[in-house]
């Protein structure tokens, strides 16, 4: 993924510095750099769910460490994002067990109905579809992650409704609101 | 019949809660550890137990246990592995998810056996509720002072967090899930060293899957002399399987080690047989890295024996006519389903997860996915069969860690038992261009024109 200069604002407020200082006292003293990912999902979580180049940066600081050394991690894995991403991004499991209980038709759907191809942001800035690799929710196919929750069991009747509740706000991210 | 143990009080209502989990017995076998056995002797009961690592290789967990370097003073760690991210297997998350002090539990006891006064959980980035549930049990387990300084007035401290992974299958092998702990890339560890010697920050380390950790408590509870008694032969005890796929009831189960895979697949009890009935095509027994079986190797070996739920008897006749039981990710797959479709899809899982420090793996799995891709699209050529069979082979074994196998098996079984399938694709272009062409015409029905077409 490519990185992106777009701006974003950093604010590391006082309850997230809290948080950030609780997931670091649970590594010894010299070995702060262990709480690198932990700490990298709650500063992304608070910053639009993205992490640019300068956030990345304070992040080396709060754990006495090299930039590089935040860029080799972030570039790694794929829950980080390097760019801006949609408020309420919809990552549809394809990985085999979910493909055969027809995941891929459904995200094709999602696709038409917000009007948009695999990756791309719909002009509102609310919504993006993109394809992942296994969720370990196999039993419960089709399904999609949103924030920290997944919906589960899906239909098309069950996606419209998920539209429906982010368009309504009705959906927290990082608070279970609807299940399934 | 079948006995419970992991899952034996899953239906209790509240037992997420540390109320009613200790009321229905929980934290006794950290009492009768503590105040009555020896580590070493905690080690034993789990040798005798018979125990196989549940993450898929199947190692005696006793025994990797008996590895961890003692002598040399240094601190130790154990790290459970719920980096669960094999496709088909979805069990860890069902424990961690409504019993978590299970795993808390077992985290407290091992901890005991091993000599560790800070261990980790190392959960996979996705399951980030699941995280919290987490961080809320070990809070209430703190509270109740089964965590912290002098644990039952012993004087054996433990600190317990959990970590979080951020997307990457990789971390689950346990070099690259030791890397990733100390907040570096997931790049796997040559071995030697083992952990056991040089794992965590240096020092002595297990990493042990969720499922293993999680029956400690049950064996230290009821001694491992007990546990060996259920289950066949070397594969002892019991095993969480996760059914997915085409199946009436998808879902985890707990099994006794040596149920036949026929009454596991067809009862009611179990998964009650194929979705909407349909004619099953094949099974891939213990998750997306072990050989795939055609419908007539399922329930029968080759030499005609009943295949059972085991270690043993899932790998009978070796990739040869058999698979593995490997994480018990068990998918299963319909007439519908195209083979050369769910192996491409398998081959770009496998390119997308690898870590990228070993060429036959980084450039191998981007191979495979392309010629698989071009395949099932139809621009595969006849000669594209063979090449996909070369390059797996030449991956297979070529690499640090097991990724690399795990890539080339399913695609090495997919060619011996369904060559006939890639000829079809290769040969019938038009045919195959929707991309649920086996939905409107299964491959059965048209199997004849393969056999017919004389190779040029």
Redesign the interface.
């Given at each position: 993924m490519e990185i992106s200069h777009a701006h974003q604002e950093i604010n590391i407020t006082d309850q997230l510095a809290e948080r950030l200082f609780e997931l670091i006292s649970h590594y010894p003293p010299d070995k702060k750099k262990s709480a690198l990912l932990p700490v990298l999902h709650e500063v992304q979580d608070a910053h639009d769910n993205w992490l640019s180049i300068p956030l990345q940066d304070v992040v080396a600081g709060m754990l006495d460490i090299k930039p590089i050394e935040v860029y080799e991690v972030v570039s790694f894995y794929t829950m980080f994002n390097q760019k801006p991403v949609a408020k309420y991004m919809f990552e549809f499991c394809r990985t085999s067990c979910c493909a055969v209980r027809g995941s891929e038709n459904l995200m094709d759907y999602t696709c038409n109905k917000l009007g948009v191809q695999e990756g791309e942001i719909t002009p509102d800035g609310l919504f993006q579809v993109v394809g992942v690799e296994c969720l370990g929710a196999c039993g419960y196919a089709p399904m999609l992650q949103l924030g920290d929750y997944y919906k589960e069991h899906l239909n098309h009747e069950k996606v419209d409704q998920l539209i429906a509740d982010c368009r309504a706000g009705k959906v927290d991210l990082h608070k279970l609101t609807i299940t399934e | 019949m079948g006995q419970k143990i992991l899952l034996e009080h899953a239906n209790v209502p509240g037992i997420k809660t540390y109320e009613v989990y200790r009321r229905e017995g929980g934290y006794r076998s950290v009492e009768k550890a503590l105040k009555s056995m020896t580590p070493d002797e905690v080690v034993e009961e789990v040798k005798t137990s018979g125990l196989r690592g549940r993450g898929g290789a199947g190692f005696p967990t006793g025994m990797k246990w008996s590895f961890i370097d003692k002598k040399s003073g240094k601190p130790r760690h154990l790290v459970c592995n719920a980096d669960?991210?094999?496709?088909?297997?979805?069990k860890d998350?069902y424990l961690m998810e409504y019993i978590p002090h299970l795993l808390i539990e077992g985290m407290i006891t091992s901890s005991y056996a091993l000599g560790c006064n800070?261990s980790y959980i190392y959960i996979?980035?996705?399951?980030?509720?699941v995280y919290?549930i987490l961080e809320t049990a070990i809070k209430e387990a703190y509270a109740a002072g089964w965590l912290g300084k002098n644990i039952l007035g012993t004087g054996w401290d433990l600190?317990l967090?959990v970590?979080?992974?951020?997307?990457?299958?990789i971390c689950g092998e346990e070099t690259a899930l030791i890397e990733?702990?100390?907040?570096?890339?997931?790049n796997p560890r040559i071995k030697p060293p083992f952990p056991a010697v040089s794992g965590l920050?240096a020092n002595p380390t297990v990493v042990n899957n969720v499922e293993s950790i999680a029956v400690v408590p049950w064996i230290v509870n009821n001694t491992g002399a007990e546990y060996a008694k259920i289950g066949i032969g070397r594969s002892t005890g019991t095993k969480l399987i996760?059914?997915?796929?085409?199946c009436k009831k998808?879902?985890?189960y707990e099994i006794e080690l040596g149920l036949s895979v026929d009454e596991f697949m067809n009862s009611d009890q179990y998964l009650g047989g194929m979705m909407d009935d349909r004619p099953l095509k094949a099974l891939?027994p213990g998750g997306?890295s072990v050989p795939i079986l055609p419908a007539h190797l399922i329930f029968k070996n080759a030499e005609g024996g009943d295949r059972l739920m085991s270690y043993e008897s899932l790998s009978e006749g070796g990739f040869a006519s058999g698979s593995m039981l490997g994480s018990g990710?068990f998918?299963v797959?319909n007439d519908t389903?195209c083979v050369v479709?769910?192996t491409w899809?398998?081959s770009?899982?496998y390119h997308?997860?690898s870590?990228g420090q070993c060429s036959p793996c980084r450039e191998g799995t981007g191979w495979m996915e392309k010629v698989l891709h071009r395949i099932e699209n139809g621009h595969g050529r006849e000669e594209d069969i063979d090449l996909l069979w070369d390059i797996q082979r030449k991956i297979e074994g070529n690499t640090i860690c097991p990724l690399g196998d795990a890539a080339a098996w399913p695609v090495a079984a997919a060619i011996r038992h369904f060559r006939d399938e890639f000829e079809y694709h290769v040969r019938f272009p038009e045919k195959i261009k929707s991309?649920?062409h086996f939905v409107a015409e299964p491959f059965e029905q048209v199997k004849h024109l393969v056999e017919r077409q004389p190779v040029i």
């Open positions: - | 669960e991210s094999e496709p088909g297997t979805f998350r800070l996979r980035g996705e399951y980030m509720w919290r600190d967090h970590h979080c992974g951020a997307g990457a299958y990733s702990l100390e907040g570096k890339r997931g920050w996760s059914a997915s796929g085409h998808p879902g985890v891939v997306s990710g998918i797959y389903t479709r769910n899809n398998f770009r899982f997308h997860e870590c991309r649920d």
